[in-house]
């Protein structure tokens, strides 16, 4: 079956880096998505991989290795803002999209 | 720019109802996806319309139906409704549902079975 694993909760501080993990068992790869969503709204785009390596956007940045089926979210000085679940997805052969649970990231002070 | 519209934004009905949600996309949008979701799950596919035609389907059973207008508004619509179908249901649209433009949520419905 298909599969994409994310761990459930994280903590950390503002103005700190935190990393989300994201590994995944598809058929077929056509690109990896992180979304963010805050409590009662809307997933928000927030990158798209579909070649291994580092793609970065202001504080955000994602990785992915497709030899090893995972990818990550790199987030950097943190703000209080940024408390909110975070969202692995993978486009299969099908071009559907597959989805991890999500991860709630909570920013302390 | 407008973004995707999503009504009714809440609504509670009783087992064995029926429901019909409506989803309007960005315009120019031809690509619309629906979801559920559910506490502790991930987004669950349910299925994608592009110019009309159902282009991709999840795994949830034949009581869940869409379809999509010319004007690529979309619909939902879920009959005999189970008490687990309680779910924020979102809708996603994009230009043609290619990897590239991403994907744009609505703000979703969030239905409830009593």
């Known amino acids: 079956g298909q599969n994409i694993d994310q761990p459930t909760e994280m903590t950390a501080t503002e103005g700190a880096i935190v990393q989300i993990n994201c590994t995944y068992q598809?058929?077929?790869?056509?690109?990896l998505f992180w979304y963010q969503q805050h409590a009662g709204e809307a997933p928000t785009f927030l990158s798209y991989?579909?070649l291994d390596g580092l793609e970065e956007k202001g504080r955000f940045s994602s990785f992915l290795s497709r030899s090893k089926g995972y990818s990550y979210l790199l987030l950097k000085e943190l703000q209080m803002k940024d408390s909110a679940s975070y969202l692995c997805a993978v486009m299969d052969s099908n071009y559907q999209l597959i989805w991890g649970a999500g991860t709630k990231l909570i920013i302390k002070p | 720019k407008a973004g995707v519209t999503q009504t009714p934004r809440y609504l509670i009905k009783t087992r064995g109802q029926q429901v019909t949600l409506s989803c309007s996309p960005i315009?120019?949008?031809?690509?619309v996806s629906w979801y559920q979701q559910t506490p502790g799950q991930g987004l669950q596919f349910l299925f994608e319309y592009f110019s009309e035609t159902q282009r991709n389907k999840g795994n949830f059973p034949g009581r869940f139906s869409g379809r999509q207008f010319s004007n690529s508004r979309s619909e939902m619509n879920v009959s005999t409704l189970e008490l687990g179908d309680s779910a924020l249901y979102l809708c996603?649209?994009?230009?043609?549902?290619?990897?590239?433009?991403?994907?744009?949520f609505g703000s979703g419905t969030r239905l409830t079975v009593v």
């Open positions: 315009s120019g949008h031809r690509s």
């Open positions: 996603a649209s994009s230009l043609v549902g290619g990897v590239e433009d991403g994907y744009t």
């Open positions: 991989n579909v």
């Open positions: 598809t058929s077929g790869f056509n690109g």
